[in-house]
């Protein structure tokens, strides 16, 4: 294809990409290559089920409870900053395909899931139920429903993708995996094309839709376009070889939002023409990528994910146990579960009321007069994205504090469960601390302060990117409204996080 007629594809980082280390792209090229990674988490998941079922029912015991609620979150974030969206590339739940494909086949025809239900909300409401759940019913001091919440999650893919395309659990069910999508956006690295130039003279598109690749066109299938072996750069086996099942091209992608990184892409492009490429962190935040894709409703999902994040700390403080004693007291009602709905509900529209005034403030004092866009939604479409490092950063503090607090606890917690089931075995209870008690403070202290200045950056580039020298007044909203996040994290991570019982106050 002519350059001057290829199509103008968006702009993607140009940095090093990973997969030119030594045996990388050669290993994920591989067609086993995510299975690799997946079924240690599937043998995880079958322990976490056996001990939350039949094993020991204390919590700090059991397998389901202390690496789920313990080690998970905190490697789930780490893993997030530090390289990418590396929990949805491992997961599990997806090995269920192969019984959902013999499903579907007692099926007339896959049904298609509702246009109205293609957006971020049906996630929101999940992850808001979700929330709510952990506190009512002490997910974490409940192995048995730990258990359960497994199963219960294993079942909901399978059925999803028996009924519906596959990847429609990923992008519209899923609320772990639209956590992990909306702060990936942190992460350093991204899918992007190597020479765009390829990508705009290659006709089948198979890193969005797949390829079936066979020494002669006979032996096809039909499941995708056929590509002959003798096409393939650096070919990597014969079969049928999937696209992205979240809809992304690769050149298209903009934004970590809705990619997997399970790598599909990367095996299915004949021209061996996909990067994983280093970024800077954030980098997106300044680029506005959900106006096309995610849209409004991807950005209230980063919103609210940020509020949640801080009330979900602020419950296990003193303060908050307080606090929904007066509640309790003023209402006349001890029922948990209202009182639950009700903070819960107060934090919700308190966040977003202070987020769109901070955002429509901003746009006044930038310029923005006219009505028709100065609404709160194109506001918060602007300014939206300086919650995401914000809420990363308080997520990754918290999430790293009880992590650091009791990583080496799996060493006991695995011993004590073949202790359980007869084993000549002594647990160590000892090992719990990943470092010193008195590091927990300035560690989380540090991410807030990191992540704060990030949230600096992405407001500063925002405002001068849409503003220009009115700029200067449009960031002292955002200015403001970072600090007074900020002090209020470093006040909540100082607060001693005590061990709950009900909403009523701790039990230790």
């Known amino acids: 294809m002519n350059r001057l007629h290829r199509p103008a594809w968006p702009r993607q980082p140009r940095g090093p990409d990973l997969l030119r280390l030594p045996g990388l792209r050669r290993f994920f090229r591989w067609r086993y290559a995510r299975l690799v990674f997946q079924l240690p988490l599937l043998l995880l998941a079958v322990f976490v089920v056996v001990d939350g079922l039949t094993g020991d029912q204390l919590a700090p015991r059991n397998l389901a409870t202390t690496t789920l609620w313990l080690h998970y979150r905190g490697l789930v974030v780490i893993a997030l900053a530090l390289l990418g969206n590396a929990f949805c590339a491992a997961c599990p739940l ?13 099926l007339p025809r896959k049904l298609s899931w509702p246009k109205l239900l293609k957006n971020k909300y049906l996630v929101i409401t999940l992850l808001l139920l979700f929330f709510l759940s952990y506190e009512v019913f002490d997910l974490w001091a409940s192995p048995w429903l730990t258990a359960w919440l497994v199963i219960g999650y294993f079942a ?52 969005l839709h797949g390829r079936e690749s066979y020494p002669e066109p006979s032996q096809a299938q039909g499941q995708a376009a056929f590509i002959p072996l003798s096409s393939i750069q650096n ?18 992608v903009v934004s970590n939002m809705d990619c997997t990184l399970c790598m599909n892409c990367v095996r299915a492009c004949p021209y061996d023409n996909v990067a994983l490429t280093v970024r800077a962190p954030g980098l997106e935040w300044t680029r506005a990528p959900w106006a096309k894709r995610g849209g409004f409703a991807a950005m209230l999902l980063g919103i609210l994910l940020t509020f949640w994040g ?29 009182l639950l709905i009700l903070i819960f509900a107060a934090v919700t529209l308190s966040g977003l009321a202070l987020t769109t005034a901070m955002s429509l403030l901003a746009d006044r004092l930038g310029g923005v ?3 028709a866009k100065s609404t709160p939604k194109a506001a918060l479409m602007r300014w939206g994205y300086v919650l995401l490092p914000l809420g990363f ?13 009791g990583a080496l606890s799996i060493v006991p917690v695995t011993q004590h469960f073949f202790e359980f089931w007869g084993s000549a075995v002594d647990p160590n209870w000892r090992l719990s601390r990943l470092v010193p008690t008195r590091w927990l403070f300035p560690i989380g202290a ?4 990191v992540y704060s200045l990030l949230a600096v950056w992405v407001a500063f580039r ?26 209020f994290s470093l006040l909540v991570l100082a607060q001693p996080m005590e061990m709950r019982g009900t909403i009523f106050g701790p039990t230790f």
């Open 94 to 106: 997806l090995l269920t395909r192969g019984l959902s494909r013999r499903l579907e086949r007692l």
């Open 156 to 207: 909901g893919v399978l059925v999803v993708d028996t009924l519906f395309p596959a990847g429609t659990f990923c992008r519209y069910v899923c609320p772990l995996g639209n956590f992990n999508f909306a702060f990936a956006t942190a992460s350093p690295t991204q899918i992007a094309a190597v020479d765009p130039d390829v990508c705009s003279g290659c006709r089948d598109k198979p890193c």
């Open 235 to 252: 070919a990597n086996g014969q079969g049928f070889f999937p696209g992205c099942e979240t809809d992304l091209m690769v050149p298209t």
């Open 310 to 338: 801080l009330l979900n700390a602020v419950a296990m403080t003193g303060p908050y146990y307080r606090g929904a004693e007066w509640l309790a007291t003023v209402l006349g009602t001890r029922n948990e579960a209202l």
């Open 369 to 371: 007069n006219n009505s």
């Open 393 to 405: 950063g308080f997520w990754a503090a918290h999430y790293l504090f009880h992590f650091l607090t």
């Open 446 to 449: 540090g991410f807030v302060s």
């Open 462 to 487: 925002i405002a001068l990117r849409d503003f220009g020298k009115r700029g200067v007044l449009a960031l002292w909203p955002p200015l403001l409204f970072i600090l007074a996040f900020a002090a």
